[in-house]
């Protein structure tokens, strides 16, 4: 199993450009998440997913927007890229929702907003 | 919101020490999980404890949950170069098990 997978792994943006990160997974895994990781503030939940057509908020959401139209994939959009956006990105999964159980996370995307 | 806060924000050891590294959280929870991140890397789970549970153990490492004082440690004994990484305690809370909280880590760096 390639586990969590994520594309690309580095990106500079100009803002206002938008773009689609990528993030996959092999497990069957019915939860998929993303969060950003930024210095000093650990990780951020964006957006979640229980299934496939099903997604909800998580904590910092705006200027972010996901699908789920497959059990595998689960891209996070930019629709207009802003310097604040600039963060490392991570995709993880789970069998179970994310509190019940080992989330498997991505090896990351790395974001530079000029 | 954060809802665990990790102690120290580092700490540096030598190698065969151990370290400690604690995790206090404000509201009740459902479990509690640390996890490992080596620099540049994604995050790796290590333990899982429950709310009901007050000690686990998986090889080196030992964690405690103290649901009174809202607080949990996480134990590495006999350290290595290797278990330099960053370790966040991680919270899902409020009766929701969908949104899974994490602190802001202790960075440990183990000197040969």
């Known amino acids: 199993n390639a586990g969590v997978t994520q594309t690309p792994k580095f990106q500079v943006l100009k803002t206002g450009q938008s773009m689609t990160l990528q993030c996959a997974q092999d497990m069957n895994h019915e939860y998929m998440s993303w969060y950003r990781q930024d210095p000093g503030m650990g990780l951020r939940l964006i957006h979640y997913?229980?299934?496939?057509?099903?997604?909800d908020q998580g904590e910092v959401p705006n200027g972010y927007n996901v699908s789920r139209s497959t059990t595998e994939d689960f891209p996070l959009r930019l629709l207009s890229a802003a310097p604040s956006q600039t963060s490392v990105y991570f995709c993880?999964?789970?069998?179970?929702?994310?509190?019940?159980?080992?989330?498997?996370f991505g090896p990351g995307t790395r974001l530079l907003v000029l | 919101s954060q809802q665990g806060e990790e102690d120290p924000q580092a700490l540096s050891i030598q190698e065969g020490e151990n370290a400690t590294m604690n995790c206090s959280y404000k509201?009740?929870?459902?479990?509690l999980q640390w996890y490992r991140q080596n620099s540049g890397r994604g995050l790796v789970h290590l333990i899982l404890?429950?709310?009901?549970?007050r000690e686990k153990h998986s090889g080196r490492l030992r964690v405690t949950l103290d649901t009174s004082k809202k607080s949990s440690s996480l134990l590495i004994t006999a350290s290595r170069a290797a278990d330099t990484a960053s370790y966040f305690c991680a919270t899902a809370s409020g009766g929701s098990n969908y949104k899974l909280t994490f602190g802001k880590g202790t960075l440990l760096t183990v000197n040969p």
């Open positions: 993880a999964s789970s069998y179970s929702p994310g509190g019940q159980e080992t989330q498997y």
């Open positions: 509201t009740s929870i459902n479990n």
């Open positions: 404890i429950r709310s009901n549970e």
């Open positions: 997913s229980v299934g496939a057509g099903i997604t």
